[in-house]
């Protein structure tokens, strides 16, 4: 209506005039206003609709204002808005058990947190207590949230301006095949080459000084490549070797959106600590947290945790994950989402790189999708440098913009990563947006 659109018109100038954004220059910012949302459906500052490809920032799982988690976070908020942490509190009760629940015997017990950083945080303090060591290893290429350790633990350029030299982490190499390198042409050698690597680094640090390897199930923002097979089951044997944790990030990854519920499970491999934000609430409230395994916990049966936070297990958000998780399970969202991978998604990102010169891979499972662009299909010289944007990926975005889809891209990729029940025909809707995008990809791709 006009005074939807006058009322975010108000909210732009303000935002300009007062809002301080995320990662960004801000003289350099022209943010969209989003004035409602339903489903995988929001409305731009001009009324316009778009269909959202990208679940904002990968969280909105089941989509916008799913009426069951509304309806909880209302009765939440009439029955008791908030507890402190040290009292029992029933929706964070249900929470813990539910969560507890998704995961194998063994992973018992919940610490909640406000959101994935923090969680990254915890999950490494407990694993340093656990094991009395200090170093942390952590994959480049990943992204593990914008704390001060969260952020040095992370392998993308947005650490570089945020080094901290005493956070005592350690980087090493990916699995990556499309990009191995280990030189690699096979999974199976990449599978081996990277974890002679990741062992290799860790004799050379010195095991006995490493408390953690953390890694991200499937590499989410740093691009969705799956890890090939035998590398988790490669990553959990030496970790078990050294006596060190398995720190598994499903911040992203988790939640049903690689079609399981954590990506861990398709590995078939068991975690020391299990670290989730994001979907566990579809956003709607802010909520994260660790899932800790047995023998790390009892550490803590008699020895003080030494941390906490206002807001552990909030019951609004609590009462929302408790909403969450069983409108995913009543609606098999997570079925769902691995039918949407091999039937709709799959084939559609793979007729697109059959006919576009511009994509070098596709891949991904579930509502977890990466086009990746690259100028020669050869050299796979990305579209955009690594770290960096381009004329050519940015006219890219802006044409999906155009075409009335929101798509979240990072460096030479555009990611599929709808909601998990995304209706079919406006899935499909979008697709064709992108395919059709892609036009203007193939264009700077040398012939
Ligand atoms: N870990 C992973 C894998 C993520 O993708 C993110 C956020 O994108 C985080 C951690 C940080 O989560 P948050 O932004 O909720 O702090």
Request: aromatic share 8%; with cysteine.
């Amino acid at each position: 209506t006009a005074d939807e659109i006058e009322a975010g018109r108000r909210a732009y100038d303000l935002d300009r005039a007062h809002v301080f954004h995320s990662w960004s220059a801000q003289d350099t910012l022209t943010p969209m206003t989003i004035l409602k949302a339903a489903g995988s459906e929001v409305w731009d500052g001009e009324g316009r609709r778009l269909i959202d490809l990208s679940s904002q920032l990968v969280n909105t799982n089941i989509g916008h204002q799913h009426p069951r988690v509304v309806a909880a976070i209302h009765a939440q908020a009439g029955k008791l808005c908030t507890v402190a942490p040290q009292y029992v509190n029933e929706a964070r009760s249900e929470a813990a058990r539910l969560i507890t629940e998704l995961v194998p015997d063994g992973l018992d017990h919940v610490f909640f947190t406000n959101a994935g950083a923090d969680a990254v945080e915890h999950a490494i303090r407990m694993a340093r207590l656990h094991t009395g060591r200090r170093k942390v290893f952590a994959a480049y290429r990943s992204y593990h949230g914008g704390t001060d350790l969260a952020i040095n633990v992370t392998g993308d350029p947005r650490r570089f301006p945020n080094d901290n030299g005493d956070a005592g982490v350690v980087h090493f190499l990916p699995a990556y095949l499309y990009r191995s390198y280990f030189g690699a042409t096979t999974e199976a050698e990449e599978t081996e080459r990277a974890l002679k690597h990741l062992e290799d680094m860790i004799v050379l640090e010195g095991p006995s000084n490493v408390a953690a390897v953390i890694l991200e199930t499937v590499p989410g923002t740093a691009g969705i490549f799956g890890p090939p097979a035998g590398y988790l089951e490669g990553v959990r044997e030496i970790t078990r070797k050294y006596g060190i944790m398995y720190i598994a990030d499903e911040v992203m990854a988790g939640f049903g959106r690689t079609g399981e519920w954590f990506a861990f499970q398709r590995w078939g491999v068991v975690p020391d600590l299990v670290t989730f934000a994001k979907g566990v609430t579809s956003g709607y409230v802010p909520l994260g947290g660790v899932i800790i395994s047995d023998p790390v916990f009892d550490t803590f049966r008699q020895r003080a945790y030494p941390g906490g936070l206002t807001y552990s297990g909030h019951p609004l958000a609590c009462a929302a994950a408790v909403a969450t998780i069983g409108a995913m399970r009543d609606e098999r969202m997570v079925e769902n989402a691995k039918r949407l991978g091999e039937d709709v998604i799959g084939p559609a990102l793979e007729a697109m790189k059959a006919k576009h010169p511009s994509v070098g891979d596709v891949r991904g499972s579930g509502v977890f999708w990466a086009i990746e662009l690259v100028k020669d299909r050869q050299t796979r010289e990305p579209l955009a440098a690594y770290g960096g944007s381009s004329p050519e990926m940015n006219a890219v975005i802006a044409e999906i913009k155009a075409g009335g889809v929101l798509p979240f891209a990072n460096f030479n990729r555009v990611h599929v990563v709808p909601a998990l029940n995304i209706p079919d025909d406006q899935l499909r809707e979008a697709l064709a947006v992108v395919d059709h995008a892609l036009d203007v990809a193939d264009a700077a791709v040398a012939r």
